[in-house]
C-alpha cells in the first residue's frame, strides 16, 4: 500500500515539474518578444478650479470622452429639443402651478405678480417717454 502511495507521490511530481516548466518557458518566449506599446497622447491639463483633486477629475473626465455619447449617440444642437425642449416648452406656455398650502413662503411664491409687472412696466415707460 506504502508502494502504490509513493508511486502516486512521485508521478504527481512529476506531472507538476512538467507543466510548471511548459508555463515558464512559455512566460519567458513572451517576455523576449518586444511589445509594441501606443504612445501616450499629451494632453494639455486645463484648469478648472483651485481644488487640485477635483482639478484632475474633471480633466480625466474631459480626457475620457465617454460622456459625449451618454444616451445613446453625441448630443448636438440637433437633439436639443430632447434635453430642454419639452419641459421648457412646456414651462413657458402654462400658468404657473399653485401649491395649496398655508405656509406664508408658499403663498408668497405662489402669489400671481402679473398685475404688478405691468405696473412696474407702465411707471418705467412713463419715465422713459415711451
Same mark, same amino acid.
Given at each position: 500500500?506504502?508502494?502504490?502511495?509513493?508511486?502516486?507521490? *512521485?508521478?504527481?511530481?512529476?506531472?507538476?515539474?512538467?507543466?510548471?516548466?511548459?508555463? #515558464?518557458?512559455?512566460? #519567458?518566449?513572451?517576455?523576449?518578444?518586444?511589445?509594441?506599446? $501606443?504612445?501616450?497622447? #499629451?494632453?494639455?491639463?486645463?484648469?478648472?478650479?483651485?481644488?487640485?483633486?477635483?482639478?484632475?477629475?474633471?480633466?480625466?473626465?474631459?480626457?475620457?470622452?465617454?460622456?459625449? *455619447?451618454?444616451? &445613446?449617440?453625441?448630443?448636438?444642437?440637433?437633439?436639443?429639443?430632447?434635453?430642454?425642449?419639452?419641459?421648457? &416648452?412646456?414651462?413657458?406656455?402654462?400658468?404657473?402651478?399653485?401649491?395649496?398650502?398655508?405656509?406664508?413662503?408658499?403663498?408668497?411664491?405662489?402669489?400671481?405678480?402679473? $398685475?404688478?409687472?405691468?405696473? *412696474?412696466?407702465?411707471?418705467?415707460?412713463?419715465?422713459?417717454?415711451?
Amino acid at each position: 500500500m506504502k508502494k502504490k502511495k509513493q508511486n502516486i507521490k *512521485t508521478i504527481i511530481r512529476q506531472i507538476v515539474r512538467e507543466e510548471v516548466a511548459m508555463a #515558464i518557458k512559455e512566460v #519567458i518566449t513572451e517576455l523576449k518578444q518586444p511589445t509594441q506599446s $501606443q504612445p501616450e497622447k #499629451i494632453i494639455e491639463k486645463k484648469s478648472f478650479t483651485s481644488n487640485s483633486v477635483l482639478n484632475d477629475v474633471l480633466n480625466e473626465t474631459a480626457q475620457d470622452g465617454e460622456w459625449k *455619447t451618454m444616451g &445613446g449617440s453625441e448630443f448636438t444642437t440637433d437633439r436639443m429639443n430632447e434635453l430642454v425642449g419639452k419641459n421648457y &416648452g412646456d414651462m413657458m406656455n402654462q400658468q404657473p402651478q399653485q401649491v395649496p398650502s398655508s405656509d406664508p413662503m408658499s403663498q408668497f411664491l405662489n402669489k400671481d405678480y402679473r $398685475q404688478v409687472l405691468e405696473k *412696474t412696466e407702465e411707471i418705467h415707460n412713463r419715465k422713459h417717454g415711451k
